[in-house]
């Protein structure tokens, strides 16, 4: 009986409308959103030109992504510490402890995913595609238009996955935010501090919201992945 406690208290918590609890969740769903906003359109541009350019250095970059894949968030997240600290050479911007820090670190964390992910799904479709389109009269735009058509939910699921990773991890907000309460404090390391100090309630009722956003971002993959096979 009492281990369904803290679950309880968690509900309680997230129904009441803790104001605490629901200002880490805005804090983290308004970090990730605007690093993810940041970060699509370069990437996806990237992942075409490796798929459908011809240049010196393409398998190179193309390796390099899918090493970086591998990197931990912490390993990340200690490079932009440095980097931004005030012994570093980014240190006179003043951006370390602050939400822009933890933009810019969840930038590089979802950057290799989204390029890795949407350069598989642009080699996935015919290569001759991007030929015939400007055969036809297409400009580059129209041509590229065309192609993103044809693999939309593949790079949806791209975003997906790459929300997925950075509105989860602990480590490079840990470091560059530096958990400060109001400020920086977001869903995971809001739940390493309660956990850590015996609130299991709130490191709970955090751990749901991130089951259901990740619920909720995969069922509306799979509904608009259906939608694209009807028509």
Same mark, same amino acid.
């Given at each position: $009986?009492?281990?369904?406690i803290?679950?309880?208290?968690?509900? @309680?918590?997230?129904?009441?409308?803790? @104001?605490?609890?629901?200002?880490?969740?805005?804090? /983290?769903?308004?970090?990730?959103t605007?690093?993810? !906003?940041?970060?699509?359109?370069?990437?996806?541009?990237?992942?075409?030109l !490796?798929a459908?350019? =011809?240049?010196?250095?393409?398998r190179? !970059?193309?390796?390099?992504?899918?090493?970086?894949l591998?990197?931990?968030?912490?390993?990340?997240?200690l490079?932009?510490?440095?980097?931004?600290?005030?012994?570093?050479?980014?240190?006179?911007?003043?951006?370390?402890?602050?939400?822009?820090?933890?933009?810019?670190?969840?930038?590089? !964390?979802?950057?290799?995913?989204?390029?890795? $992910?949407?350069?598989?799904?642009?080699?996935?479709t015919?290569?001759?595609?991007?030929?015939?389109?400007?055969?036809i009269g297409?400009?580059?735009?129209?041509?590229?238009?065309?192609?993103?058509?044809?693999? =939309?939910?593949?790079?949806?699921?791209?975003?997906?996955?790459?929300?997925g =990773?950075?509105?989860?991890?602990?480590?490079? /907000? $840990?470091?560059?935010?530096?958990?400060?309460?109001?400020?920086? =404090?977001?869903?995971?390391?809001a739940?390493?501090?309660?956990?850590?100090?015996?609130?299991?309630?709130?490191?709970?009722?955090?751990?749901?919201?991130?089951?259901?956003l990740?619920?909720?971002?995969? $069922?509306?993959?799979?509904?608009?992945?259906?939608?694209?096979?009807?028509?």
């Amino acid at each position: $009986m009492e281990a369904g406690i803290p679950i309880t208290d968690a509900l @309680s918590l997230l129904l009441k409308g803790d @104001s605490e609890l629901w200002q880490v969740i805005a804090i /983290s769903f308004k970090v990730s959103t605007l690093a993810i !906003l940041i970060a699509a359109l370069p990437a996806i541009l990237l992942g075409f030109l !490796l798929a459908y350019g =011809r240049f010196f250095g393409r398998r190179l !970059l193309i390796s390099l992504f899918n090493t970086l894949l591998a990197v931990p968030a912490v390993v990340v997240g200690l490079t932009l510490y440095i980097l931004l600290s005030r012994q570093g050479p980014l240190g006179e911007w003043k951006l370390l402890f602050s939400q822009t820090a933890m933009v810019l670190g969840q930038i590089f !964390l979802c950057f290799p995913i989204l390029v890795a $992910m949407s350069h598989t799904a642009f080699q996935s479709t015919d290569l001759r595609a991007w030929e015939t389109a400007k055969t036809i009269g297409a400009s580059p735009l129209q041509a590229f238009i065309l192609i993103l058509g044809e693999v =939309r939910f593949a790079l949806l699921g791209a975003i997906v996955a790459a929300y997925g =990773r950075i509105i989860a991890e602990v480590g490079a /907000s $840990m470091m560059l935010g530096g958990n400060i309460l109001h400020y920086t =404090r977001n869903i995971p390391t809001a739940i390493v501090l309660e956990t850590s100090k015996g609130q299991l309630a709130q490191g709970i009722a955090l751990g749901i919201v991130l089951l259901l956003l990740s619920f909720i971002l995969v $069922m509306l993959l799979h509904y608009l992945q259906g939608k694209g096979q009807i028509e």
